[in-house]
């Protein structure tokens, strides 16, 4: 396990501790995650012909839905059969598939280790038993904690309850889950076992009738708040934190790391963009005051840095460096103490920007894209998408980028989706959410060789010899020539009365991604970045 994830599961524990012992809200539970076969190209040359077929399944993930009206809204549905969607009666979301970011959840009377992928494309929780050997399978029989049930919220599920071990607070949950199986005759059953948890903030894209997990986590008070947020420590592994986020324990980490080293580590903050007009826009569009102008700027750690240590906290991070350094901190002089507070304005370590588009994914208004510290595009639709490998552009936007960073060209087909720029001149990338711009692959990853040589913002050169490298951001044509009809309304009559003519019918054609972008793993490196269900909204803050 990579040193600084140890170190902040401890950072976590102690805090949790403090926070359970003092009875304070937005205790979150926080779950290792881990990328299936490790990190994403981290190799020194690229493979073009691994990146375009990542690129084809990537993209492939957004055609499982179609976009519908449903009252004054469109919405985003589960597609059928027929209309490209798989199987019928199968579930959105790919068990077991490499590259996915995952969770190991322990459930039953022997905490078997179920692994759980994210999806942040789909919306439902569920355990999926097949008769193949791949995956983490699980075995009610070997758990005497285990209460069947004759429902059925899906088609081959039941729901049953068994206990899950919570890590962080150390607590069992009795968790009703939805515990699938594919039928014998399905081809489904030749896959992967093991769990998905859909992280869409949609009802609309829902399959099963049961209770979500974070819902089960809310109703029993485990949990006070319907958030949660994803911290990548490098290329393979991270946090999932549910009820709350895992900012304060960065914090902490940070400060006595530079109390350790005795100095400051440099860090990049957010920086505050001046756009008045915009803010007049996204206030007469609805968005909420304070998510324009009622938080203060997002700091790095450093800048944020507590000064005394709750109930053990620093006893237990001076250990957890003690083992993971393999030598002994300088105790000749007792460092300063830290302090962790938990206040009900956590908020306020975060900007904010409103979930916007039709309902069913992550997606807000990037409000614009900045190379070498000039804008070059504006008002940029984008979705937010962990298990994407890369980011993804539309055609234009993907030509207007490139063109800003000098020396930079098109690869010739069949790589014509990936652009090439000179491996020793990577270009500084921010991107603004909410007036506020952020650093995004910014610096080399030879600190970090699970990220690959060459820089964030690299797939690996185009060849050995070669003094260019092929970028992360990605050309899409996802959505492009789009014409035909889909779904509307349940019937003739139903689309009559809502008013759903042939306009509406081209304007929902297609999974709805012409002129998007999707904002994956890459994203994440270096930032924070936190889900409000409630509010609709996503909150950033620098790492």
Known sequence: MNSLLALLLVALLAITQTVQSRHLSNSAIHFVLARRHGAFAPNRTADLDLLSSQLAAAEARFNLTQREVRGNKVVRTPKGKAVGGGETNNLIGEIGRSGNWFATFRL???????????????????????????????QEQNSSSYVRS???????????????????????????????????????TLHASGGILGLAPAESLRQISSSSFVRQLLDSKMIDEDVFSITLINGQ?????????????????????????????PTSAAEKVLDTDQDAV??????????????????????????????????????GLELLSGRIVKRARKPKPLEQKV????RDQWKWSPVEGAEGWWQTLMRGVWTGGVKI???????????????????????????????????????????AFPCNNPPAIHLEFGGWRFPAMRGMKNYDSSNGPNGKFSLGKVTDESGYCVGAVVETRMGVGDQSPVKKGHSRKEDKLHGVGSLESGMLAGNGMRDVWVLGEPMFRGLGVVFDAKSKSVGFRTY
């Open 377 to 419: 595009l504006k008002n940029q639709p984008c979705v937010i998408d962990l298990n994407m490998p890369f980011i993804l552009a539309p055609p234009q936007a993907a030509k207007q980028f490139y063109s800003s960073i000098s020396g930079s060209q098109r690869l010739p087909p069949p790589y014509s989706n990936f652009y």
């Open 343 to 346: 206040t009900p304005g956590w």
């Open 282 to 319: 996204d206030l007469a569009n609805g968005a909420p005051k304070v998510l324009i102008d009622g938080t203060p700027a997002p700091r790095a750690p450093s800048e944020n840095a507590k000064t005394e240590d709750p109930g053990g906290a620093r006893s237990l991070l001076r250990r």
């Open 108 to 138: 039953g009377e022997q905490k078997q280790p179920i692994e759980t992928d994210l999806d942040m494309l789909a919306a439902d929780f569920a355990v999926t038993s097949t008769s193949s050997d791949l995956g983490t399978k699980f």
């Open 150 to 188: 004759d429902e059925h919220p899906f088609p081959n599920c039941n729901l049953p309850k068994d206990n899950l071990m919570l890590p962080s607070i150390h607590r069992q949950f009795p968790l009703t889950f939805p515990h699938c199986r594919p039928s014998r005759q399905s081809q489904d």
């Open 237 to 265: 592994e991270g946090l999932l934190s549910i009820g709350g986020t895992a900012a304060d324990s960065m914090t902490l980490i940070q400060d006595r790391i530079e109390q350790f080293l005795g100095k400051s580590a």
